[in-house]
Nanobody, 123 residues
Framework: QMQLAESGGGSAMAGESLILSCTNS????????MGWFRRSPGKSREWVAC????????YYADFVRGRFTISRDDDKNIVNLHMNTLEPMDTGTYYC????????????????WGRGTQVTVSS
């Protein structure tokens, strides 16, 4: 089992930055793609970013590309999401997830989830 826990959420003004972290207290990240999803008010959960095992490939949703950066440290079992130039549309609950596949785009394909951390961006 993998136990994922997100941290680093909070409030920010538009244009500011936040760093989210996801730590794992269970099964190693080894072999898993690690990703971030978010659920914004009134919307379904959407995929944000993903990095395959050992960082071979990195993918971003169009609406965060150039502003967010995902990074993972497999030795420390941690994955971060650096969020820059935040916009009010980035408001939502952010979830860390792990998948055995190569960054699947659909939530149902992900094996483990954290409980989420809230991000609120004001204009």
């Amino acid at each position: 089992q993998m136990q994922l826990a997100e941290s680093g959420g909070g409030s920010a003004m538009a244009g500011e930055s936040l760093i989210l972290s996801c730590t794992n207290s269970g099964l190693s990240f080894g072999g898993y793609s690690m990703g971030w999803f978010r659920r914004s008010p009134g919307k379904s959960r959407e995929w944000v970013a993903c990095e395959t095992y050992r960082g071979e490939y990195v993918y971003y949703a169009d609406f965060v590309r150039g502003r967010f950066t995902i990074s993972r440290d497999d030795d420390k079992n941690i994955v971060n999401l650096h969020m820059n130039t935040l916009e009010p549309m980035d408001t939502g609950t952010y979830y860390c997830a792990a998948a055995l596949g190569a960054c699947p785009r659909y939530s149902s394909a992900w094996n483990y989830w954290g409980r989420g951390t809230q991000v609120t961006v004001s204009s």
